[in-house]
């Protein structure tokens, strides 16, 4: 198993196919997808071996990320692959929904066991005016479309941004009290590009975790495989409260999760300071270089991100990495 020197062990691996995605959400790329490299990304071979040496060390987790990664004409291949991959036992996706109406039931079929779906908002004037696209009856018939699919968990992302969903928590539990989803807010994140729109939107966690609290809401045990999320529940319904807060002191402690870029980069946290290539080792006949280089890098992960202080790394948007 991959142990880095804060004895943290690592069993989950989110793996970009691409960073385009057709959304232009203004947290993340208000002026739509704008492509700085050659468009090269990994392909399916480069995918299967990446996917098989992190399994080699022990990653028992797999998700699917973007950009948006269903825009890859090859995506069910990925979670093929992936399923055939001795080691991989969870096959998750994080997507916008805009198809997952249409192919949920083929990428189950194909071996997903869990979606999740960013949706900011349950206002649809809102949902346009983040996203830029008018597509929120479309998303919400695909969660409808995955809840009746019988994969194993459906999860809503949602950003906290004071000036666009700030007042909606109240909608949101209503939401939840039929529906067996697990409603996820993320605290907005500051990237090189959007200092203004973070110091005017961002949204303490721990607020709504209050609110929570007081009303009744209770912690939810993690797993070995568990994201950064908290998550809570209550007896009075059916769907859960994740909260993922960054800016919170013991963030980084349980960290189990490391993150492969389109391009074939390791990222040891999605705010490092620069990434590793990896490519160079991927489509050789024996995986034993890229898993010797796994066991290298490792070494030389930081205790903790500096997002506190400000530092955001190499991020310029949270497209590079799919989050």
Known sequence: ?????????????RLSITDVCNFKCVYCLPDGYQCDHDREFLSLNEISNTISAFAHHGITKLRITGGEPTLRKDFIDVIRVAKDTPGITKIAATTNGFS????INDWVDAGLNAINVSIDTLDPRMFNTITGHDKFNTVMKGIDAALESGIESVKINSVLMKQYNGQELDTFLAYLKHRPVTMRFIELMQTNDNKAFFDKNHVSGQSIKARLRAAGWQPVIRSITDGPAQEFYHPDYQGRIGL????SNDFCNTCN????????????CLFSEQGISLREYMNENSNQALIDQLSRYIKTKKPTHLLHQGETGVTTNLSMLGG
């Open 244 to 247: 993922i807060m960054p800016y």
């Open 1 to 13: 198993m991959l142990i880095d020197p804060a004895g943290r062990k690592f069993s989950y691996l």
């Open 100 to 103: 997952m109406h249409k192919h």
């Open 257 to 268: 999760r490391l993150r492969v870029s389109s391009l074939g980069k390791l990222h040891l």
